[in-house]
């Protein structure tokens, strides 16, 4: 299709290359050859009459014009997908769609598990993927890369819609067998153990609980890190380390695993997790209906610990 002598789809390229700024990069990601892509940014230069990426050593920058086209050649394009994702008709029994959610672990187990639940039976031909929740999720989220974030509170990006789902309290997470007792385990005791730590995505990014106690000033000492909260209290058993983690997975986790749940030995706020969106999504009726199931799951979700 052409719009004023443009041919819509080298729009397509166009912000694969400024993205990438690498011809090889962009036209893997576009699953094209080289020599195909490398004739898309000859009509690109030429239609926009400038160069847009020029080599500098051994990588490539944008020209001016280039960078004043990343944000205007996104929005096109995320708006185009969403209007073509919409039926005038929209039924969850027959919808096919599919929905990346980047989110951590704890929330597939506690929320998430749920979800899937519910669509099973009332939308059998949605489909979700969980992504990694990553240093830069908000700017996935801005270029269509996620569909959804359900990420702490303080981690949302403050120009894009979201709800609150819930909250929950903080614990920590022992061996059955570990000897210490109840009355022992004090900030000091909680600073001297060894810990298990999580770490998520690539770049590892810390968590909510563990910027808190950082900042805090309290000093862990850091015997293992683990790329998922899971993972993190399967470490404890059979150890005398300890793992600080959200209550609810925590309570799922011992009714598999010989484990103890412990109060944290200092005032952690509770976590409040939310669920966000790209804004061209809003009038979406399939996504609008995915947030509604989500919302309605997390509504009825028991009480922390319960």
């Not at 999720?137 to 509170?153: H, M, Q």
């Not at 770490?199 to 609980?209: A, D």
Request: overall charge negative; glycine content about 2%.
């Amino acid at each position: 299709m052409r719009y004023q002598r443009l041919d819509l789809n080298l729009l397509v390229a166009l912000d694969a290359l400024l993205e990438e700024r690498n011809i090889t990069r962009a036209a893997e990601r576009l699953s094209l050859s080289q020599s195909a892509l490398s004739g898309m940014l000859s009509r690109l230069r030429e239609y926009f009459d400038d160069k847009l990426l020029t080599p500098v050593g051994r990588s490539m920058m944008l020209t001016p014009l280039a960078q004043e086209l990343v944000e205007p050649v996104r929005n096109v394009l995320l708006h185009a997908r969403t209007v073509a994702s919409i039926t005038p008709a929209f039924a969850p029994l027959t919808a096919r769609r599919h929905f990346r959610i980047a989110t951590s672990d704890y929330v597939v187990h506690v929320l998430l598990r749920h979800v899937i639940q519910e669509i099973e039976l009332s939308a059998p031909n949605i489909t979700l993927e969980f992504m990694p929740q990553v240093e830069d999720s908000a700017e996935k989220l801005r270029r269509g890369d996620y569909d959804f974030l359900i990420i702490p509170e303080p981690f949302i990006a403050d120009d894009q819609p979201f709800v609150p789902l819930f909250e929950d309290e903080y614990v920590c997470v022992i061996a059955k067998d570990n000897p210490i007792v109840d009355a022992e385990f004090d900030l000091a005791c909680y600073e001297q153990l060894g810990h298990v730590s999580v770490l998520l995505g690539w770049p590892r990014t810390p968590t909510f609980e563990s910027r808190f106690l950082d900042d805090r000033g309290i000093r862990r000492n850091v015997r293992v890190q683990a790329s998922d909260f899971l993972s993190a209290a399967s470490v404890v058993v059979g150890t005398r380390m300890v793992a600080t983690m959200h209550a609810r997975l925590a309570h799922l986790a011992a009714k598999h695993l010989p484990l103890r749940i412990v109060p944290v030995p200092l005032p952690v706020p509770h976590v409040r997790e939310c669920l966000q969106w790209h804004h061209y999504l809003d009038a979406d009726p399939c996504h609008r209906w995915l947030r509604n199931v989500i919302s309605d799951v997390a509504a009825k979700l028991p009480a922390s610990g319960a």
